[in-house]
């Protein structure tokens, strides 16, 4: 399956992943954006989990946009979540927060549960790997 110049990898016979991609296959000018939380430029933080969500893929796409990169062009996410619990609780949020900023597009993507992030009132922390398409 292919999506413009990235192509979705699902081998044969396994069960299409809800809300990720079990891999990618890009070419072009690559991007890193280092792990991005939930706060708004004013350092704030909602309350919950779901708009924290919303609020750092949003900054994930607001350093992309400095090198002309899209959602789209997300190949990589790596999500740290402080509660395994408050994910599963409010995965339907999240995945309405996570497609009103990445639309349909789903990456390769690890949520590994963590003790602590940082920024005391973090609840998330994601990092994101990009990858531009090489014009011509």
Not at 83 to 100: L, M, T
Not at 125 to 135: F, K
Request: net charge neutral; hydrophobic share 40%; charged share 15%.
């Amino acid at each position: 399956m292919s999506r413009g110049t990235l192509e979705i990898l699902q081998p044969p016979g396994w069960t299409r992943p809800s809300g990720y991609s079990n891999g990618i296959i890009a070419q072009g000018r690559q991007i890193y954006v280092a792990g991005q939380v939930g706060w708004s430029t004013t350092g704030r933080f909602p309350s919950t989990l779901a708009p924290q969500v919303k609020q750092a893929l949003e900054n994930i796409c607001i350093v992309l946009a400095q090198a002309g990169a899209h959602a789209e062009h997300v190949v990589r996410l790596t999500w740290y979540v402080t509660s395994r619990d408050e994910y599963y609780a409010e995965r339907k949020e999240i995945g309405v927060a996570y497609r009103a900023v990445m639309g349909s597009h789903y990456p390769a993507m690890t949520v590994v549960e963590v003790s602590a992030l940082m920024e005391t009132q973090a609840k998330v922390e994601i990092e994101a790997t990009a990858v531009i398409p090489e014009s011509g």
